[in-house]
């Protein structure tokens, strides 16, 4: 994927019926420039609401390339069906500046942001996972990365 506003991508509408997304798998995929690399949204639309879409079972792994924005994984999950077992393995995206091409004032720092999502973070990253984590093998943390083979548990 190229030059897009959106990576890898699941989306529902707030106020949606109760249904299922599960066992889903990104996997082996080449990001260029793009706004919104990986993203879970439940909050899509202006209707009013929760999303009652139930996503379980989620695999990213072995995504690489680059992000014209910060926050490099998005899951922006329901309160009343939040995600569970969404797991981020080998991920490696860098932040290249606005339209891309441009280096990162702040040396190529990205982020996650995680809301009511169960994620496991495994592998190699390039971005500091969701602020509250509980670590299930050990931590190996700097300020631009963590990395060799653990594995983190987002609250």
Known sequence: MKDTDNGLRIKNW????PSTAVDITYEDIMLTNVKN??????????????????ISNVLFKNVRGTTITKDEVQFMCSKSVPCKGVS?????LNFVGDKGGHPSSSGGLVGALCTNA?????????????????SFFGIHKNKSKVSTNIFLFCL
């Open 14 to 17: 707030r106020g949606s019926s």
């Open 37 to 54: 690399p990986i993203i879970i949204d439940q909050s899509y639309g202006s209707r009013g609401g929760d999303s009652k879409v139930a």
């Open 88 to 92: 981020v393995v080998d991920v490696e």
């Open 118 to 134: 169960n994620v496991i973070f495994g592998g190699k990253l390039s971005f500091p996972m969701c602020p509250k984590y509980i």
